[in-house]
């Protein structure tokens, strides 16, 4: 094996290989950035051009295209407000506050130092801790996707500090969206009110961009006689290096944060989604000063970023090692693999070895890679924005919201749905509902759906609802955990009134995480 | 009548509206929204009994312009629906220069206008090459092209 | 000599017209232009897969690219709306899953297609379906699962995708055909599903055989749903027909074209998916992967299919599912 090893490194160093690599990660960047086009959808449409290629070029390419794009996502959320892919949903709380403050090259220094580290810190867990992390994925039911998806809705205390009842009605509203069309568990379909169309339900990203996009375009709208550009921008010497410095001196923050989002990542069926928003919720959670979240603060941005790229390589030690994806675009790389004759499991590590390996480390490589590109390519990406005058960005905005949301699934009732997601949001807005909950309710709708009614289902085969939902052990940690999430707004203002501030919560979350995996 | 309570009274009349919808579904597929709806019935009342006392008496649309917002709107609707007539082309180069023109000063001239389109007309014809060409995305191309 | 002029001039006019005329107006060989081939599954999934093991041969026997479009949702009937809706000129086809395209039709109010409406133009794969155990199972046969669950109704849980599709309408059956009461767990997908099963949380799966094939050292197989054994992969295995119940279950896998597809171009894709289909590299591919290989034509794909739609419609109707 040891020599496997060898020739993967020096697979690694091939010139060919090498530009596959920053090819696959400018790539993904660059679909990852634009609304509307997610990861899935960029690995989807370029699996064909690597049937040309052989199978350690292929892979190498579609690795360095997931990494890009999922980082990606961050300049749309940082520079215009909206998600470029549903992973980088928490990083518009602190991201595009920042650049409206005039602050968009320091946001997206950091979201790239973030999501660098994240995603090495997650390539590495990967590489070296498979196997056993594929073991503990297992464990995890139905009971315990119940108890995950309301531990994800607990954030939304965190999300809408403002009026914990407006979020809520938020989070019921998402959950509601979600269950339009057919239902995953019964096959009825839902709310379709005799449209064949709807039959599909809302997609996520088609709701992202309508939530979030629209009402910055009708912002824009809004402010046409009084902005001249949406974001200002103070071009001042070494700001990418100070802002790099900052990040690199919050080791916990990163840590914690990437840990979440491989954890995340591992359990087939959450994905990037819901890793960047736990881990943005933790690091509010941790913080000393967590009511500058939601108004330009670098933790937010790193604690997204960082998740969301280390949910990379969580999600593929399950199919590595089981072929069960942890994230959509990994079961992308699932078909992919097996085009290539290439079956997950020990044989990946046997037979295929060297490819595997080759695989593995070119991951570090391309997170390497996000460094540079994503340095000097959002530098350049940012300026575009700050000089590109509201009369055209709005327009250009609403341009990529309507190619982006009917690019999803060719369907142009996804572009209406979006308009209407959108009416919603801006309306919402207005009266004070913030998007984050709804969409956080739509993202876990069917997983909770799901999970509640499958344990329903085995709890009366097994004679014992109760005992299913109570009684595992995962669950109860995971039940804790919602308690815990559910109740800090009100113990944080509690201790913060008797002068105690947790000090050392962020090395006991810690060993919450640990003990998951246990 | 404050935003509050016009945000209850809607949102209960939603989860009636729903509820109505879910009762045919089989049990397996009416679980869960019935729950939802009902939860969110819930909050809309206490939104609605809170708004009584303290309600949040901002109007919607303050110190900004109705018109505008309702223009975009608008154009952003018929921009989708003519799609399917038009093309995604023809209609994005027509309602993008529109939007350009609605975001512009009170006095536009026809030379920026012109200037606009051709801008725009560059702006949309790369995008829709990018996306069909090389995304292989097909774009739909109305009742002339397809 | 003026006149004699004048007659060939015309004549060679009237030549020109005519030749011109036909070469305008003659029938231009299909296919000219890409053939447009809609997924109705997630990229990566199965779906995905055995199509692309076809698309470049495919491209080659008909001399036109082929690309793949995806639209999903509602288990695939997003994506046969669509295609019944789209140009009747055969250069648009879509991936049909059976029994999908029977079931969503008989169990749904508004599924956007009627079964009859997608023109079957190849059916080239079937996934068959085997009821499996974990190797920790008590059950070493079939008999065994069948004693215990005589006795324990309702207590063996077993996994499936869905509901009306091919793993639960192999439940359905299965559970008429025995008598036997077992409580059938619906996942939305073969990757959950499996996962749940491998995970330890239901008792029993009803599994697609390359996830089967997949997991074969952790799992034990207790029947498999084809008509003869299935090899290489599990020849020690009884079929439900051996076991005495008189069943197959597979999900099968065919393409088909929008109604009104005319027949001639209908014949050119069926031919060249037929070379395709029996192709060194498709059929290796296949079976590596797991997968069993048909090769039924347009007219033999619809009689099958015509009598699979019988067979659920009966069985339905005497569950009560519908009138």
């Not at chain 1, 920053?22 to 370029?46: K, Q, S, Y």
């Not at chain 2, 901002?58 to 799609?83: C, P, R, S």
Request: hydrophobic share 50%; charged share 15%.
């Amino acid at each position: 094996m040891s020599e496997s090893i060898v020739l993967a490194l020096s697979h690694l160093v091939e010139i060919e290989n090498l530009i596959l690599i920053l090819a696959g990660v400018t790539g993904g960047i660059v679909v990852g950035a634009l609304p509307g086009l997610t990861a899935t959808m960029a690995i989807a449409l370029l699996v064909p051009f690597t049937f040309t290629m052989n199978a350690v070029n292929g892979l190498i390419t579609l690795g360095a295209i997931y990494c890009g794009a999922i980082y990606g996502g961050c300049f749309s959320a940082i520079l215009i407000g909206t998600p470029g892919t549903p992973s980088a949903i928490a990083t518009v709380f602190d991201g595009y506050p920042m650049a409206r403050k005039g602050e968009a090259e320091q946001a997206i220094v950091t979201a790239t130092g973030g999501s660098v580290v994240g995603g090495l810190i997650g390539a590495t867990m990967l590489l070296l801790l498979s196997p056993l992390l594929a073991k503990a994925a297992l464990k995890f039911g139905p009971p315990e996707y119940f108890w995950m998806a309301v531990f994800g809705l607990t954030i939304i205390a965190t999300l809408a500090s403002k009026s914990i009842l407006k979020g809520l009605i938020g989070g019921a509203f998402g959950l509601l969206l979600s269950t339009i069309g057919m239902s995953p568990i019964a096959g009825d379909v839902r709310f379709s009110f005799g449209q064949p169309e709807l039959q599909g339900g809302v997609e996520l990203m088609t709701a992202l961009i309508g939530f979030f996009c629209i009402p910055e375009i009708l912002f824009m709208v809004e402010q046409r006689a009084k902005m001249y550009t949406l974001i200002t921008y103070k071009r001042r010497k070494g700001i990418t290096s100070s802002t790099l410095m900052k990040v690199i001196q919050k080791p916990f923050l990163l840590i914690r944060s990437a840990v979440i989002g491989a954890v995340v990542g591992i359990v087939p069926g959450a994905g990037g989604n819901i890793a960047a928003l736990v881990s943005y919720n933790e690091a509010v959670r941790a913080s000393n000063t967590p009511d500058e979240f939601g108004k330009g603060h670098m933790d937010g941005i790193v604690a997204s970023e960082t998740a969301n790229n280390a949910e990379v390589g969580g999600s593929l030690v399950p199919l590595l090692t089981l072929g069960i994806p942890g994230a959509p675009p990994a079961a992308v790389l699932l078909g992919a693999l097996l085009l290539q004759g290439m079956r997950p499991g020990a044989e990946l590590y046997t037979v295929h070895a060297e490819i595997t390996y080759t695989f593995l480390f070119s991951l570090f490589v391309a997170n390497i890679f996000l460094l540079p590109v994503g340095i000097y390519g959002g530098r350049a990406f940012s300026r575009l924005v700050t000089i590109v005058p509201m009369k055209f960005l709005a327009p250009t905005v609403a341009f990529l919201t309507i190619i982006g949301s009917y690019a999803i699934r060719n369907n142009i009732m996804d572009v209406v749905i979006m308009l209407v997601c959108g009416l919603f949001g801006y309306i919402g807005r207005k009266l004070g509902f913030h998007p984050g909950p709804i969409v956080l309710g739509l993202i876990l709708g069917k997983i909770c759906e799901t999970g509640l009614v499958q344990s329903v289902l085995m709890g009366k085969a097994s004679g014992s609802t109760w005992m299913l939902f109570f009684g595992r052990p995962i669950s109860l940690v995971l039940i804790f955990l919602c308690l815990l999430s559910a109740l800090w707004p009100f113990v944080a203002n509690a201790l913060k009134k008797r002068g105690v501030l947790n000090l050392d919560v962020p090395e006991e979350e810690g060993k919450e995480e640990d003990s998951e995996l246990g | 009548m404050n935003s509050d309570r016009l945000a209850a009274i809607v949102l209960l009349v939603i989860c009636g509206v729903l509820w109505y919808e879910v009762l045919p579904y089989s049990m397996l597929a009416s679980f869960f929204p019935k729950i939802v709806l009902g939860v969110l019935a819930l909050l809309s009342l206490i939104l609605l009994v809170r708004s009584s006392i303290k309600g949040e008496k901002t109007w919607l649309f303050q110190d900004i312009d109705k018109k505008y917002i309702i223009f975009a709107v608008v154009i952003l609707a018929l921009w989708i629906g003519m799609i399917p007539l038009l093309g995604f082309l023809i209609s994005s180069i027509i309602f993008f220069t529109m939007l350009v023109w609605l975001m512009g000063k009170r006095k536009t001239s026809i030379s920026s206008i012109l200037v606009a389109f051709v801008v725009v007309c560059c702006i949309v014809s790369v995008f829709y090459y990018i996306f069909k060409e090389v995304l292989l995305v097909p774009l739909p191309g109305g009742i002339f092209f397809d | 000599m003026k006149s004699r002029t004048l007659k060939t001039v015309l004549s060679g006019v009237v030549a020109l017209v005519f030749v011109f005329g036909v070469a305008v107006t003659a029938p231009a060989a299909f296919p000219e232009k890409q053939i447009n081939y809609i997924i109705c599954f997630n990229p990566g999934g199965q779906s995905d897969v055995t199509a692309r093991v076809q698309q470049k041969d495919l491209a080659e026997a008909l001399g036109v690219p082929v690309v793949m479009q995806y639209k999903v949702g509602a288990g695939g009937a997003v994506g046969w709306t669509a295609l019944v809706r789209s140009k009747r000129d055969g250069y648009t086809i879509a991936g049909n899953n059976i029994p999908h395209i029977i079931l969503q039709p008989l169990m749904r109010k508004n599924p956007g297609y009627q079964t009859d409406q997608l023109v079957p133009i190849y059916l080239f794969e079937t996934t068959p379906i085997g009821l499996a155990v974990r190797n920790d199972s008590p059950f070493m046969t079939a008999q065994d699962f069948m004693d215990f669950a005589e006795k324990n109704k309702g207590v063996i849980t077993v996994a499936g995708v869905g509901t009306y599709t091919g793993h639960h309408i192999t439940y359905l059956q299965f559970t008429d055909l025995t008598g036997l009461k077992l409580t059938y767990i619906p996942f939305t997908g073969a990757a959950p599903q499996v996962a749940a099963f491998i995970g330890g949380h239901s008792t029993a799966i009803f599994g697609n055989s390359n996830n089967l094939v997949d997991h074969k050292d952790k799992i034990r197989v207790l029947a498999m749903g084809t008509e003869k054994r299935f090899k290489p992969f599990f020849p020690d295995v009884p079929t439900f027909k051996e076991l005495g119940i008189n069943m197959t279950a597979g999900i099968s896998r065919g393409v088909c074209a929008p109604p009104d597809t005319p027949a001639d171009r209908i014949a050119v894709l069926e031919k060249a998916f037929d070379t395709v289909c029996r192709g060194k590299n498709f059929v290796g591919k296949m079976e590596e992967m797991g997968f069993e290989v048909n090769n039924l034509g347009a007219a033999e794909f619809k009689a099958w299919l015509d009598g699979k739609k019988k067979e659920y419609t009966e069985l339905l109707k005497k569950l009560g599912q519908i009138k």
